[in-house]
């Protein structure tokens, strides 16, 4: 069993990129050129973080978590930098509002009510799963709300379930047994690497 940890609080990549890897399939009609397209299951996250430098201390934290993570034999909750808190005011106590609840838009409740709850762009995380949001939400007088984003929830969401907008995460793996840093001299230990994950679906 893979054991799970968390990336530094402290430590901030010089860039990051994250992207939403969706599997979808093209059909083409041999008699008439018309096409057919398919979204499948199993979206994933990725991610690339990139240091130009990191002072000893931070180097070292990023180095033993590495050699924690064994290559792509265990796993690290990972948030975009980028992103770390939503453009909404994201308050309140908000939870799922009746479950089970599946596909790409959740009704919550609890939030600050007439205010919006999550920006169009912003991320929130149900469970182990990380979702971005691609329309606006705000609450109603009661406190309600629909969220609407990518991709679709893949456990179905019960009723009571907490949204994280905090620093929501993806429970992600490094891409491959090959991701390490290159040392540099004594101050920066550590300097222009990159390290690429991918989010592990069935974490």
């Known amino acids: 069993m893979s054991s799970i940890f968390t990336f530094p609080e402290d430590i901030y990549p010089t860039s990051c990129d994250w992207r939403l890897k969706t599997r979808s399939a ?12 398919l979204e499948y299951p199993g979206a994933y996250w990725e991610a690339s973080l990139s240091f130009d430098s990191l002072k000893k201390n931070k180097a070292i934290d990023l180095d033993v978590l590495l050699l924690k993570l064994a290559g792509m034999a265990n796993r ?3 948030w975009d930098h980028a992103f770390a ?5 994201a308050g309140g106590a908000p939870v799922v509002d009746g479950g089970p609840q599946t596909g790409k838009s959740l009704a919550i409740r609890g939030c600050v009510a007439g205010q919006l709850f999550l920006a169009a762009g912003d991320y929130f995380q149900l469970g182990t799963q990380l979702f971005r949001m691609t329309e606006n939400a705000t ?3 009661s406190g309600r709300a629909t969220l609407v984003f990518e991709s679709s929830i893949r456990n179905a969401a019960a ?3 907490v949204i994280i907008t905090d620093k929501p995460k993806a429970l992600m793996m490094l891409a491959d047994d090959d991701q390490a840093p290159r040392r540099s001299g004594r101050r920066l230990v550590l300097s222009s690497f990159t390290l690429k994950f991918r989010e592990d679906i069935y974490g």
């Not at 093209?26 to 397209?37: D, K, Y």
């Open 139 to 141: 609450a109603d007088s």
């Open 26 to 37: 093209v059909f083409e009609s041999p008699f008439n050129g018309g096409i057919q397209t």
């Open 76 to 78: 690290v909750w990972l």
């Open 159 to 161: 009723d009571g379930a």
């Open 85 to 89: 808190s939503p453009q909404g005011v």
